[in-house]
């Protein structure tokens, strides 16, 4: 039950106890805990509903304290993983699944015969009640950072405290997070990465390149040799980018074997799949360190969905780097916006909870003018954020092995003193959670903390 609160905040675990009230019901819904606080899972109290835009059961009556514990009706680790996982999307629980599947098998059939204009229709008429959908909200969605906060204030009204330690999400302070990459989709789009390269440089950024392995255009030692070796990296694009990944389980065991090649091939730490279509509990299958194909809030995607938080977290042993930004196709040719407000809402909504901001542009869609000028502008937003200090922007893979590192971080007290432990520890800060009656507030102690790397 106490899992998934701690390893978000990896505070003292002692903070962490929290119990079932009792037996809970099958039904599986939506339900409240207070007023900004939707879960999704089950309750033993309520009657959670369907969907998340009907009347919501809000249970915080029924939670209730047992000497320094905190009792609730729902499982805390369940409710989150159903997010983290989307087990809530109406992908994995409507009847017509199966005949969207038979949908996108035909239309990825008949894609090479379709012009640029039919696909760009399609896809629009697709997306076209994309505005309407209430849940997750748009443009950032931010409800397991927000669960989080409300069992923090849960926990600490029950312990008697109003201020708790916790080991500060990023290295070395920075506030927030933020990564670019590059997902290569044709041979075009390969020929530009050079000059993709260029451009990122040239405002001090490192990025990553997922690369097709299979069918979409030739992949030579030295092509990735001319990433790898000016500091950026390589990571895996799907197996051949034809949507068809995750469409039966057998076949998604064999073509995940051969990605798992390709990976010690390139020496590739991530993956992201095509499409961004993808099955968290299937992941196990991978050999990665972290994956990027689960977006943050989909309604612009096809699958639909999104994690609904802005942090890394872990599925199974892979770190999930969610997708947090608009993509640059969808911008440009869906919304049909060459501006960067769209991005900087979405980078202002992250970097006030503390997140992760995931760009993905494609070498194939900045090739135009104006869209090399909307990302240039990007660019430039990003830098002056990293140069007041206030973002950390290292390549994917860093920021990946930084949150496996956190995970094993342990915050201890002795002699009266907090104290880090675990491997990488002396670029961890102790952070301080207090909660003022109505909200709980951060503060960083930006002076380097005592720890025991080797412990």
Known sequence: MNQSFLDYFRCPASLADFRLAGPMLDNM?????GKTAICYGRTSSGSPAGHADAPLYDVSNDVSFEESSVVLPFDPHEVVENFLRERYATHFREPGRLSKKAIRKAYYLLRPYLSVPVRKHLQRMHLRNWNSISFPEWPIDSTVDRL?????ELAMRAKG?????????????????????????????KDHCGALMDLDESYGFRSSFQIVPECRYAVSDSFSRSITSRGFEVNIHDLKHDGRLYAEHDEFIRRANRINQYARDFGASGFRSGVLYRNADWYDAYDFLYDMSIPNVAHLDPQRGGCCTVMPYF????????????????????????????????????????????VIAHP????????????????????????????WTPLPKDAANWWRQRSQMELVCEQGT?????????RARIAYARFDGEDITYTLDMDRVDCAPDQ
Not at 167 to 182: E, K, Q, R, V
Not at 418 to 426: A, D, I, N, T
Request: aromatic share 12%.
């Open 29 to 33: 819904g939506f339900f409240r805990l």
């Open 148 to 152: 989080q906060r409300t069992l923090l």
């Open 161 to 189: 405290v109003q201020t708790v330690p916790f080991i500060w999400f990023w290295p070395d302070g920075f506030s927030s997070c933020a990564i670019m990459t590059h997902d290569v989709e044709a041979v075009a789009g």
């Open 315 to 358: 599925i199974g042993n892979v770190v999930e780097l969610p997708v947090t930004c608009t993509q640059d196709y969808t911008l440009f040719h869906m919304l049909r916006d060459y501006s960067i407000e769209l991005w900087k809402r979405q980078i202002d909504l992250i970097s006030t909870s503390h997140g992760l901001v995931n």
């Open 364 to 391: 194939d869609y900045l090739m135009e003018e104006r869209a090399e000028d909307t990302y240039r502008l990007l660019l430039e937003h990003l830098s002056r954020l990293r140069d007041t200090g206030q973002m």
């Open 418 to 426: 907090w104290k880090v432990k675990g491997p990488g520890c002396e």
